[in-house]
């Protein structure tokens, strides 16, 4: 796994963090307190001089795991996070995992259409499969959600601006060019606090985290970060062979972020 520049991703997420807060009116950042998202947290704290300018909107299936809702608590504090909770249904849908599919996009469309937030901060990366790396550092959607990637605005020499209509908003992806290994050697560079459930314990740990319902553990012995970068650097696991809902067909996935899915 090759690792990047860590000051020049930096450098860059903390240039694009910034030209959202100045270019859009109401701006959010979504949190799951997974590595990429707290990555994300720790990135726009040190953009605005160690506080948070917005809310960060974490959406609860009510079944995350016990690790996470109590890192969760502990960090919005330690951290003086704006943290919005909203609560998501869990009932059938058409990527056949009611827990973390199309339910939480309409969790979150809710709270849009009640808080007016413009742009929303997210932090999926290129790497992680096929679908987001079609993804834009600033990728509108229209009013329903909607996302489509043959239509995207063109990035060129750092403009990220883009056009909404009256009611629509743009994903802002601020850690697209980091690659996994590059998450964990910045998390080891400015040491951010991170679930503990990605450490091992009896010779298992998570490498990505979703819910309990759709995540499982994977033979580790990777204790603390450096464990982890080490591990990194021989295997041939994909990141997130653990997560069921990316074993669909990439179809499925691609309708879904199409439709708005985070």
């Given at each position: 796994m090759i690792q990047q520049d860590i000051n020049e991703l930096e450098e860059r997420s903390i240039f694009i963090i910034r030209e959202a807060k100045s270019k859009f009116k109401n701006v959010a950042a979504l949190w799951s307190m997974g590595k990429?998202?707290?990555?994300?947290?720790?990135l726009a704290r040190k953009a605005f001089l160690g506080k948070v300018p917005f809310p960060v909107i974490h959406i609860d299936n009510g079944i995350d795991f016990p690790e996470t809702y109590?890192?969760?608590a502990e960090l919005a504090k330690k951290w003086n996070l704006d943290l919005i909770v909203v609560e998501s249904e869990i009932k059938p849908e058409m990527s056949g995992f009611a827990c973390c599919g199309a339910n939480k996009t309409v969790a979150l469309k809710k709270l849009m259409e009640e808080r007016g937030f413009d742009a929303l901060i997210v932090s999926i990366r290129r790497d992680e499969h096929g679908i987001r790396a079609k993804e834009r550092y600033v990728s509108p959607r229209d009013r329903n959600f909607k996302w489509s990637y043959k239509d995207q605005p063109a990035e060129l020499w750092n403009d990220y601006s883009?056009?909404?209509?009256?009611k629509g908003h743009v994903r802002v992806h601020?850690?697209?060019d980091f690659n996994e290994i590059d998450i964990w050697n910045y998390i080891k560079k400015e040491k951010v606090p991170i679930n503990p459930l990605y450490f091992s314990r009896n010779g298992m740990r998570y490498r990505s985290l979703g819910c309990t319902h759709c995540t499982t553990a994977i033979k580790s012995n990777a204790r603390n970060v450096d464990d982890i970068i080490k591990e990194l650097g021989t295997t041939t696991t994909e990141e997130r062979a653990g997560r069921d809902q990316d074993k669909e067909k990439e179809y499925v996935m691609q309708k879904l972020r199409s439709l708005g899915y985070m």
């Open positions: 990429d998202s707290t990555t994300m947290i720790a109590k890192f969760r883009s056009s909404l209509d009256s601020p850690l697209l």
